[in-house]
């Protein structure tokens, strides 16, 4: 076998076994016994173990020097490939351990300081969790940008000034068109109790119809709802709450996005580093974009206003147009997770600046609060009065994620560009969507975008699926244009 | 770290990821989506790659050398890991994945053949399968008896020369009950329909209280029945025939005969080589008293009845006692799984020497459905007449699973054992069952059976649990005084 042959049929089996850890994961959301997590714990390790095990392995050095890519998948593969083994070995492997071991810690600290509404409890393990990423930045970076060496396991080949360039642009004119919607009367909301059986099935009738094959996946019920795997095998999760349907409905969509992206890779890539998405940034330009370009939009939500009436009776809304604005409601909180399409990249604008402030150690974990509350407040003019309204609400830093939040804007931004594209190319899309069928979009994202899967690095990807480089004015001019249509700026 | 230490701490991993594959078994047969077939052969194969090279690391056979045992315990786990270590290493890596990739092929095969009851399709690779498995016999064993070396894999430490005594013995006694008991009138069946969620319901209940700890496991729908992984992870499954509860119910007694075994395993042992069952056989004894000297007993049918009567009404049986003849009907047929408590052994006999003849080479694959035909001719009185009822209705045979048969009846042997001893250890068992509670029962096997996992050797726990050698002896005068009794003989 030649040196690139041996190398990805190595590369194959990690790829396997990543899809197995990827299968524990879903198993472990939805279906494992409760009292099974400390033995999961050290068959997840155990597992990680072995993958850690295969991706220092001193023979990928030897073949990657010897390597000779036989066309342009191939050398893609061998990036990839180089990429992720340059990062495995450098990071020692105690460095490694340790972040293992106090990212599992931090994370039940910060369940349990959320909970208790107790800042100062996760002040100490946070400090610990950012002084252990930043001597992995260190590590990572060799003299560069700590943050910029960090932002590469989610974004690679992006950069801190690049982002910051978009989200600088994009920060203003939102809180500005934020600021003339809040002003504006709010829109009536639906009311009413609908029934979760019927969800679950409108959320799977849904899922077909933004193009999910449930051949190669299946739809379960979780508390947050995800995707996970990739290839044959790619599962999401979803959630009811009888007070509101759109909370299924819209994070189905959602998921739907991650996942046909997954299904839709061309499959002789199947198992190999190029087999799975770009980016975390160009993951979420897939499902934003189903969510709320398609999802959202003035010509599907008539459609399924029409759907839902006849499936729930009815809603408490006059008429779609009425519909279509309770679907895109403006409406003052704190939570990024339940925020809408206005306001959400204004609270990922303010975590990429504090997380930053933290890795270049600018901010201490200590002054985190205070920080947060400060920027809120100047932000979006009133401030949290709770930790879990404010800094203790998401997850992400207490695991380590630094680097992540921005990628959420960037799929944003990825959504906005790759929407202005296909509407030219499509010059009749709203009439399938007024039909509740979305599939010329979704096919037209499953040629531009999916089926290369990690062939390009997310930047190349958007601006060859766009013909223009990415930029933040595609997507500033539809929140203006949709969002000043609805509340009559 | 001492070598034992060492050894120990490699043998948990090694334990970890088993039961990481386990859990994709259970994935498969359950929740899997149809299209990931493919996708998943890679993921297992890459999965049973790493554990092959964990299982042969040639630092195994140095630790082995140093190491010494701490206690009892540390000596169990030794002989464990240097048998699993010795087996490994004694079959060729070329003739591993060759029985992989032919029994894989063999199974679609047998699949196909079966259902279109063309046993010529099938004979060409069970051919295949009978010599590669001859060559692994023969690696094994070292000069030995062929099929003595198979039979290790699932009952450690037993000869076919010691099966042949306890069978042999057995043979004749059975087949005469049978004769007198297929004599006489036959007890009614259950009539009706029966609530396939009520069904479940009442599964659920019996497993619950036959002792499954539902923290540490889940009851899912599957084809096949089955049990899976060890420790804090322990899942079954069951199935619902509208027109026959009993399948539903006595499968799920079954199953939790299996799985709590692996739940009552003593704590200390999770994740090592002794914190699994001894063997196959001493599994299946579990799961057997479970289901027959317990479930099926007189006591525990009466309270069933007035259960059932509770939850489905009327019944078409009279009284408990017609109840219970119900419950222990014997009818003629074909099919292993489908029959009762008096013919199950006759159906594992015939198999014993069957495979016995194919791997000694004294019978050609060619010439098994023939061979097949008259024995179950002899035994039964009756042939099949289609090759689904005849040797094509098993599944093990075209997977290699030569050596597995026996365990079924040596299961039921050790079971009638354990069921003697406990009678004569808990006199008032019959009360408590005839209260629906076999608490007393399944805490006797805890003690004596269950907590002990691996630590002993199959034949010499069943010794030290009753306090004789294991024989045919107890059950037979079981078998005889249960169905004397139905039967008025």
């Known amino acids: 076998m030649s040196a690139f042959d041996t190398l990805m049929a190595h590369a194959r089996e990690t790829q396997a076994l990543a899809q197995v850890a990827g299968r524990l994961g879903w198993d472990q959301e939805t279906v494992m016994p409760r009292g099974a997590a400390p033995q999961r714990a050290e068959e997840m390790a155990a597992l990680e173990g072995v993958l850690h095990a295969r991706r220092t392995d001193p023979r990928l050095a030897e073949w990657l020097a010897e390597a000779e890519a036989p066309d342009a998948a191939g050398a893609a593969q061998l990036r990839l490939i180089r990429r992720q083994h340059e990062r495995a070995v450098k990071v020692p492997a105690r460095l490694a351990a340790e972040l293992a071991r106090v990212t599992s810690r931090a994370q039940g600290v910060w369940a349990e300081a ?166 975390m940034g160009v993951h979420e330009s897939q499902s934003r974009l189903y969510e709320n370009q398609l999802g959202r939009s003035r010509a599907f939500t008539g459609w399924l206003y029409g759907r839902m009436r006849e499936i729930f009776g009815d809603l408490g809304i006059a008429d779609e147009e009425a519909f279509y604005a309770a679907v895109n409601r403006v409406h003052r909180g704190f939570i990024r997770t339940e925020s809408d399409e206005l306001q959400y990249n204004l609270h990922i604008l303010m975590r990429f600046d504090l997380e930053r402030a933290l890795i270049s150690g600018d901010l201490a974990a200590g002054d985190l609060e205070a920080a947060w509350n400060d920027r809120f407040g100047a932000d979006f003019g009133y401030a949290p009065e709770r930790p879990s309204d404010g800094f203790l609400q998401d997850v992400h830093w207490s ?90 700026l």
């Open 114 to 279: 959320r909970a208790a509404q107790d800042a100062g409890a996760f002040v100490p393990v946070l400090a610990e969790v950012v002084a252990l990423r930043r001597e992995e930045g260190a590590a990572l970076a060799q003299g560069g940008d700590l943050y910029d060496a960090l932002l590469q396991d989610y974004e690679p080949g992006t950069t801190a000034a690049e982002i910051e360039a978009m989200f600088g642009a994009l920060g203003p004119r939102l809180a500005e068109l934020r600021s003339a919607v809040l002003e504006r009367p709010a829109p009536a909301a639906l009311s009413g109790r609908f029934d979760e059986a019927a969800q679950h099935a409108l959320a799977r009738e849904l899922a077909q119809a933004f193009g999910y094959d449930l051949m190669r996946g299946r739809i379960d019920t979780a508390v947050h709802p995800f995707s996970a795997g990739s290839g044959l095998d790619v599962r999401i999760t979803t959630r009811t709450d009888p007070a509101d349907p759109f909370n299924c409905l819209y994070s189905t969509i959602h998921e739907v996005g991650h996942a046909t992206y997954e299904q839709n890779i061309d499959a002789a890539y199947l198992l190999t580093p190029v087999g799975q998405g770009a980016s």
């Open 399 to 488: 695991v380590g994620l630094f680097g992540y939040f921005p990628t959420y804007t960037l799929g944003n931004l990825y959504a906005g560009c790759l929407h202005a594209a296909m509407r030219r190319d499509l010059p009749d899309l709203d009439e399938s969507l007024g039909n509740g069928d979305p599939s010329p979009a979704t096919g037209w994202l499953r040629e531009t975008v999916q089926r290369h899967g990690g062939l390009m690095e997310p930047r190349d990807l958007i601006a060859a699926a766009t013909g223009e480089a990415p930029s933040e004015i595609p997507l500033l001019a539809y929140l203006e244009d949709k969002f000043g249509h609805l509340y009559g």
